[in-house]
Each structure stands twice: as structure tokens, then as C-alpha cells.
């Protein structure tokens, strides 16, 4: 006897009730379990390259990003730094060491004799594409009420040794660093 045999001796069945039941059913769990997946596979797809930035910042990148162990003498974020500035129209130097970027730009205007006005409003950093971990230039940006001081202190100099205490800091050329006024 087939199986046809049975449901004709048992009564009248629908034969939409017969195909539904046949049909394999799929759940809603195998549903959420595939886009959970996917979302999941997405988010780290789209964060990886936040989480790579923010690494390298930190290390490498921003010399005035916190690290773990501020104010250790030996750590990465000390250096020792030469601060140039202008005295008796001639360029002098002061060797000393410093934590942040920051905290050298503010002794820089000091020793220039620069009053509180003049401000380091930001710095960015210009990538290698070959490697993105090489910082190739280098821009500051400095508020333009230093050319307040210009009559005070001849220009020419007073730019030139920011710029030698810069690119001492960054380790880098003078071709390489960039001075904006804003």
C-alpha cells in the first residue's frame, strides 16, 4: 500500500495540505544566525582600518598623544630636544627635554620672549603611501599674532628656529616641515 493508498482510505485530503507538508521548511533561526554573520564580518571589515589609525597614532604618528607611561624618563614620548631662538639677532640654542609637542612649543615662544597670544593651534601629519607608518612632511600651524613680534624680533630668524626646533622634534628634514600662519 503507497502512501496516496492510506490518505484515500482515511477520507478526502487537500492536496495543498499534502505539497505544504512535503515542501522543507526553512527556520527563521538559520535566517538570523546567516545576517548576524554577515553584520558581524561588515563591522569588522569597516572598523579595522579605525583601529589600525589609532594604533599607529598613538605610537608613532602623534608625539602629543598620551602614552601608558608620561613623565618616564626613557620612554618613546621623551626626548631629548634642542630649543632654537632668537637672541642678540643671532640664533642660540638650549637643549632640554620635553614631553609633548606642546609643552616644546610653549617653551620655544618663551625663550623668543613671545607673549601667551601666540598659539600652536594644530598639526597634521602627511603619510607615506608606500608605508603608511613614515611621516614624510610635517605641518604646523601657528596663530598668526606672531607676526606681532616681528618688529620686536627679526622674522626671517624667529621663523627659522621654530623651524629648527621642529624638525629636530619630528626627526625630520627641513624640506619636510611645513609653517602655516592662521
Known amino acids: 500500500m503507497r502512501s496516496d493508498d492510506i490518505l484515500d482510505a482515511i477520507g478526502e485530503v487537500d492536496e495543498a495540505l499534502v505539497r505544504e507538508a512535503k ?6 533561526k538559520t535566517l538570523w544566525v546567516t545576517l548576524s554573520s554577515l553584520a558581524a564580518c561588515l563591522l569588522i571589515l569597516f572598523m579595522y582600518p579605525i583601529i589600525f589609525i589609532s594604533m599607529k597614532g598613538a605610537s ?35 637643549n632640554t627635554e620635553w614631553l609633548n609637542l ?3 612649543f610653549y ?7 613671545l607673549g601667551d597670544d601666540v598659539k600652536l593651534i594644530s598639526q597634521y601629519f602627511i603619510c607615506s603611501t608606500d608605508d603608511p607608518s613614515t611621516v614624510t612632511v610635517v605641518n604646523i600651524v601657528v596663530s598668526d599674532e606672531i607676526e606681532n613680534y616681528y618688529g620686536t624680533v627679526d622674522k626671517e630668524l624667529l621663523l627659522r ?3 629648527l626646533t621642529m624638525t629636530e622634534y619630528f ?12
Open 102 to 104: 606642546n609643552d616644546l
Open 23 to 28: 515542501e522543507i521548511r526553512r527556520s527563521h
Open 60 to 94: 608613532s604618528a602623534d608625539p602629543s598623544a598620551p602614552s601608558q607611561d608620561d613623565g618616564e624618563k626613557g620612554s618613546a614620548d621623551h626626548k631629548e630636544v634642542s630649543i632654537y631662538y632668537v637672541e642678540n639677532d643671532e640664533i642660540s640654542v638650549d
Open 107 to 113: 617653551a620655544w615662544s618663551n625663550a623668543n620672549g
Open 171 to 182: 626627526d625630520i628634514s627641513e624640506d619636510d616641515f611645513l609653517l602655516t600662519l592662521q
Open 161 to 163: 628656529s621654530l623651524t
